[in-house]
């Protein structure tokens, strides 16, 4: 396996390179996008990881600060799992003229409402820099996890309208014995909010059970929201949404096109996000 910290030392592309991106502080659902990855590479492809903590996708400067960095353990882990190459640039190879110019943003960016919403910013510098990422390393499909819905449709309708010829492919979330969601900020988590953290979960459970019982998306948002505030969970939002565009009005045809239950909110302060198919 190469570790390398500028695309200039990426082996010459002979054959199709699958770019896994991450932050990261790597854990399981990270490692399974690395299967996938290799899965999708084939015999003769590369499977290319990321390690690059973007500052311009944080919005506050105190979260970009204490998120965790573990690069040596990070190359371990990687190496196990038979990545081939693991790119981590320091800011500079990435922004070498201070961060581009704006990759204008898809509507799935804005429109819902979600984590645009919450984190004004956050998707102008999560589209930057996969964009940034996709022409430094030129791969031909690269891997997202479904964990985060809204990043995962947003680069995919940033791709389809750029044309940018990178297939997404996408991995499911990897969770916890008791249903949390992997995430490298549940190590910020108390014993105790970790104890309350599967709350998510059972939120998104509750609100597939109210589909079940027959209930139609705004109950359902109801039963979220209630288990999550027992839960004492700080509510950001939970909603039921078009999974593809992430918005539902008057004319979404609920009981025919895919939805998605999808949340996120506080514990102690760390904000964790999850969602599921409803
Ligand atoms: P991050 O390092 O948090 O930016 O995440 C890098 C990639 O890993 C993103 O595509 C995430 O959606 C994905 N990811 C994060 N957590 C999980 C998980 N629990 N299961 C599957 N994929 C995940």
Redesign the pocket.
Known sequence: MQVVQRAEQLAPAASQRVL???????????L??VRKATEAAGEEGVVVVSVFVNPTQFNDPADLERYPRTLEADVEALREVGADVVFAPPVEEVYPDGPLTEVPLPPVATEPKLEDAHRPGHFAGVCQVVARLFELVRPAKA??????WQ??RVVEAMSERDGLGVEIVA?????ERDGL?????NTHLSSEGRRRAPALFAALREASLAKLAGAGPDEAEGAMRRVLGEAGVEIDYAAVRDARTLVRDASTDWRGSPMRSILAGRIDGVRLLDNAPW
């Open positions: 896994v991106p991450t932050m990261g502080a790597l854990h399981a659902g990270h399974s996008l891997v997202f996890g479904e964990k985060d990043q995962l991995g499911p979330t990897v969770r969601a992997m995430s490298s900020r």
